[in-house]
């Protein structure tokens, strides 16, 4: 009697831990909806004609669907690389990819259906070129940061240069630099949906191997997957995806370090079948919330209109300081 | 079957055969090979020739088909990544077996039972970092055999232990070997005399020796030669252990 009696209680114990943590996912997904509509009505005007409704429908949905490429993708490196101090932005995929993008500008102007692709190209260039020079430098965690400075400097660099020279072709070349919605246009909305939803199929195929590669490449194996490729893999969707998204709004730091950081200390769990769905959830409401404090608040106290990426990075740097800190003094994780 | 590392040939042409249900127990130097031989049985190591597991040969089959009948475990240190808990590396080293993308019921109640069996479940919900030595040894023998495989390969799992808790080890093998194949390396030769049913002396990627205790004792000058020591044979009841000489010769000396 009294096994049985323990049995149970002990499975309760730990079956409740999982549905907790699964109402936890549909809670923020439910609060993101909210906020959704929400935005639909903050603004600096009163009376809100047609128009400029759905030019703030069409913003909110490619904030939220940014949000949560970026999250995913955050949460996607920290896992493949077993890194918990890289993003799109730190690895330098940003930068490669903007940089790319007003290399092409410069040379053959704007396309909306091939800057992606371009995008795309120069980010997992510049992805490769920091993990190589990390894993020579000896592949900590902080050599991966080093690596991700020099080479985020080098295409950053570059990419302010050429800002400045196809200012005439792209006037907001300057203001991707750091990134924000005031060019939402409905022509994304397709190509954001359908990244948006190759993530998403990604996600259920991904999420154990992600688990397993936590545990070093030697066990790995011994749980059935071959490392290397689930991890060349993550790392192409990541890179890919984020690429796609910097081609549009520009370079938006942070917000992927932080989301995955805050669901796992929310589940107070690493494994990534819960981590990765609610990084992406709480990316898409920080972002949309820091969106909706650029096109309202500042505005309606006379600032203007700030790049939400400049807000991401006031916020989030210091909280990427307080990660390091407390690596090395043992505080936080 | 042998294993290339670039230009280093670490397991030269071996042809074995290894008992079902028994314990082996691999010994040799270091280097002898012995840690190579069983991560080429595991698929973690490319090798030339073939490696037979209940009739399929290893180097033609899918990973995610070995990893169900078989766990490779060493005592490596586990990394405490992102703060991982027991109760997270347990449910992750059942993956091969587990069907659903949650665990079910029974996996819950296998994990539980299995770190009941380890005497891990007290600190399931505590990180990896915070564990001694002991216990996260205790844990990676858990993960290894969570998903109840055919075949357990263990490499040096004596190593880090201290005598205490190596007869709790005896006594977790013995258990083990009931339903089970096991394959563990060792550098103790009176661990392994104690633990073992059949034996295999490897040495610079050869095969000396291999059979059972009874051979492995009539045949024990080749042990000598290779480790450049003299044996022991002692008997405590019925149970014939072997005890390495230099450590009484260098007392008398």
Known sequence: MDTIYRGLKEDRWSMNKDIQRILMLLLFIAVLFFTMYVSLFIGSAEQVNPLVMKYRFTRVVEVVLTGFILGISGSYLQSALRNPLVDHYILGIGSGALSSVYLFILILGISHIVTPFVAIIGGLIALFLTITIAEIIGGSDISYILAGIGINSLFSGLAYLLSFLILVKNPYALYLMAGGFTLASPEYEIPLIVSAVIVLVTYPVLAKPLNALLLGDELVYQIGYDPRRYRLITIIIAGVFSSIVVSYFGLIGFIGLVSPHIARFLLKTSDNRFVIPLSGTISALLLLITDDLARSVLVNIGVGEVPAGSIVAVIGAPFFLLLILSRYRGVLH | MSVRYKDVEAVRDVTLEIPVGRITCIIGPNGAGKTSLLRSISKITRFEGEIYLDGIEVSKTPLNTISRILSYSTSVYLPDLLSLKVIDVLKIA????????????????????????????????????????????????????????????????????????????????RKLSKDRTIVLTTHDVLFASIVGDYFILMNKGRVLFAG???????????LEETYGTEFYEVRLGNVVIMVPLYILKKHID
Do not use: C, W
Not at chain 2, 140 to 159: G, R, T, W
Not at chain 2, 212 to 218: A, G, P, S
């Open chain 2, 94 to 173: 059942r993956y091969p077996v587990s069907r659903r993308f949650f665990e079910t019921r029974e996996d819950l109640e296998i994990i539980l039972d299995t770190a009941k069996e380890f005497k891990i479940d007290k600190f399931l919900e505590k990180k990896l970092s915070e564990l001694s030595s002991g216990e996260l040894q205790r844990v990676i023998l858990a993960m290894a055999v969570i998903k109840n495989p055919k075949y357990l390969l263990l490499d040096e799992p004596d190593s880090h232990v201290d005598v205490a808790n190596k007869a709790e080890l005896i006594n977790i093998l």
């Open chain 2, 212 to 222: 059972d205790k009874q051979r492995f004792f009539e045949n024990k000058n080749i």
